[in-house]
């Protein structure tokens, strides 16, 4: 199983980047995906997620991302985007793609993200 992170990097206040995981190893399209985040002294943030449940996706924004980030996937490249819009210093942080079913959790390396001011 791996989940490969990508994309992160310096930007300054108000910039974007998209970030990226690429799976492999497991059925993907029966899994929810998660992007969480650490900052320095902080425990790990559940930031945005799609769910595999109700034969949909249900997406879940923490409050303090809700209309700055858009999480997507796609199905047929195993692939789960997070877009992150007019980003702030408060985004700074490590960003993991998680992969999760019933008892399977699975982590990426995680991808550096930067705000400067």
């Known amino acids: 199983v791996q989940l490969v992170e990508s994309g992160g990097g310096l930007v300054q206040t108000g910039g974007s980047l998209r970030l990226s995981c690429a799976a492999s190893?497991?059925?993907?399209?029966?899994?929810?995906m998660n992007w969480y985040r650490q900052a320095p002294g902080k425990e790990r943030q559940l930031v945005a997620g799609?769910?595999?449940?109700?034969?949909?996706?249900?997406?879940y924004y923490a409050d303090s991302v809700k209309g700055r980030f858009t999480t997507s996937r796609d199905n047929t490249k195993n692939t789960f985007d997070l877009q992150m819009n007019n980003l702030n210093s408060e985004d700074t942080a490590v960003y993991f793609c998680?992969?999760?079913?019933?008892?399977?959790?699975?982590w990426g390396q995680g991808t550096q993200v930067t705000v400067s001011s």
């Open positions: 998680n992969a999760r079913r019933r008892d399977n959790d699975y």
């Open positions: 190893g497991f059925t993907f399209r029966t899994y929810d």
């Open positions: 799609i769910n595999v449940r109700l034969g949909g996706g249900e997406i």
